[in-house]
């Protein structure tokens, strides 16, 4: 199969599973005219995270990387008040089209958009003690997944339910050369020696190409 049926394929199982979705399809139309990259997380993609807070019944919710808030505004949508995202973006005209799409889409209340590089920021939000986040979204700068990585556990508890977006990378995670590819290589070398956190990466394909995600849980073990 190719990206065309990879593309089609997706197609077949949005139309039927999720639907005409108005308010999905606005933040896309608002990122697009803003001119923003076209690298937030795919319907699906962002469905499946919506269901995993769902399952998991998270409320507390942080995120590594807002974009225009596509992904920002699936997992709102998967939260009860008095759940919050606290989402984490570098460039503040992301930010901007971001904090315009989360309110168009009457979830503006949930989400706490922070501007700026998200070690500073996740450093700042460690030092504040907040209750512990539930679920992690991590879709930043590929470079610093450990970090990020790091970060989401200290910050979570047992049962916390961490993913990590695009550590296939078209199949370059094995030998590729580039700082994202790099990024990922360590975060799995991390994870290969640490015994708080248990983790799978799962490779997928679909309109947004080959690659894949991981999916990790804070062990019962950590105090
Ligand atoms: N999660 C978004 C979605 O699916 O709608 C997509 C996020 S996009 C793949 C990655 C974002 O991370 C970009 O908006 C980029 O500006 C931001 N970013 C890059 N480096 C960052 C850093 N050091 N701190 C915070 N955000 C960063």
Redesign the pocket.
Known sequence: ADQQTWTSVDKYFDTALIGPDPVIAEVERAGEKAG??A???SKA??KLLYLLIRGARAQRIL??????????VWMARAIQPPGRIVT????PR?AEVARAAVDQAGVGDLVDIRV????E?LAALADEQPEPFDFV?I???KA?NATYLDYAVRLGRPGTVIVV??VVRDGRVLEGADEGSEGVRRLVDMLADRTDVEAVAVQTVGERGYDGFLLAVVSDSVA
């Open positions: 923003l990259p690298i937030s997380v993609q962002g995120e590594v990387g807002t974009l225009g808030g596509h992904s920002a984490f973006e570098l460039d992301h700026g590089p998200a070690a920021g979204f879709d930043a700068d610093s977006d695009n």
